[in-house]
Nanobody, 125 residues
Framework: VQLQASGGGSVQAGGSLRLSCAAS??????????MGWFRQARGKEREFVAS????????VYADSVKGRFTISRDNARDTAYLQMNSLKPEDTAVYYC?????????????????WGQGTQVTVSS
């Protein structure tokens, strides 16, 4: 699966951004698959942010973003979204989308298989 992330940018604390991740499946790629978002701040390890099952019925969030971020997907467009509200300076990072090898949200959160390029999110205080 090839993934293309977009929607990053700079925003002040308290603001909102919406990230998109468009997927392009190739012959032999796992189908269906869960999708998720991870982030990596400068000098830190990549961390899990949110994931969603193929059906969209199950979502998983990191504690640090619960209540502020919402993950969703549109299978007709093979696209996942991450709506980020009430952004904080500590949300500043490069955000990466990923897919798993199974339809579940848990699989992509624990063992992402394919990665997109990152998109920078910068939140100023």
């Amino acid at each position: 699966v090839q993934l293309q992330a977009s929607g990053g940018g700079s925003v002040q604390a308290g603001g909102s951004l919406r990230l998109s991740c468009a997927a392009s499946k190739r012959t032999g790629d796992p189908d269906p698959y869960g999708m998720g978002w991870f982030r990596q701040a400068r000098g830190k390890e990549r961390e899990f942010v949110a994931s969603i099952s193929w059906s969209g019925g199950t979502t998983v969030y990191a504690d640090s973003v619960k209540g502020r971020f919402t993950i969703s997907r549109d299978n007709a467009r093979d696209t996942a979204y991450l709506q980020m509200n009430s952004l904080k300076p500590e949300d500043t990072a490069v955000y990466y989308c990923a897919t798993g090898s199974s339809p579940t949200a848990q699989a992509v959160s624990r063992m992402p298989r394919y990665w997109g390029q990152g998109t920078q999110v910068t939140v100023s205080s």
